[in-house]
């Protein structure tokens, strides 16, 4: 999600989901392999079953373009609205800005776009439960029981 939104001020926001979704396949491999279906440490998954690693990259090809395509049509039909928050100044201190020229009634805290964080967050989600029940059921599956 970093990598989105890190480059997302550079590039379209597909581009910018798409190289999020690579650089989040390298660590997930590795993560997956080790904790979340239980690969013995040193047992090398690529020399043994090198369909592991195949089926592993076919499946992100398949979740990656599904989480791109789901945050582009969100982009698209959500409105474009912002949540903000904002500080205003009390009465009297805007009475003495008036009188020196100076006016400023509220400053801007925070904002954030609601319909980018909604959109990345709900393919976000898709992506993860498609990659999850793939590894677990494609994937990962076959190589806990085996070894």
């Known amino acids: ?5 890190g480059t ?7 581009l910018a989901k798409a190289l999020g979704i690579i650089v989040a396949t390298g660590v997930n491999y ?3 392999s080790l904790w979340t279906w239980g690969v013995k440490k040193g047992a090398d998954l690529t020399e043994k079953q090198p369909s592991v690693l195949r089926n592993y990259l076919i ?3 398949i979740s990656g373009s599904l989480n791109v395509a789901t945050n582009e049509i969100l982009l698209s039909v959500l409105p474009d609205w912002i949540l903000q928050l904002n500080i205003v100044m009390p009465n009297r201190l805007v009475a003495e800005q008036l009188l020196n020229n ?3 009634v509220s400053k801007q805290l925070f904002a954030v776009k609601i319909d980018k964080l ?8 898709v992506g993860m439960m498609v990659n999850f029940l793939g590894q677990k059921l494609w994937v990962f599956g076959k190589s806990k029981s085996q070894g």
Do not use: H, R
């Open 59 to 61: 499946l992100y090809a």
């Open 102 to 104: 100076t006016l400023t």
């Open 30 to 32: 590795k993560l997956n």
């Open 8 to 14: 997302d001020i550079f590039l379209p926001s597909y």
């Open 118 to 125: 909604f959109a990345v967050l709900t393919a976000t989600a």
């Open 1 to 5: 999600m970093s990598v989105y939104y």
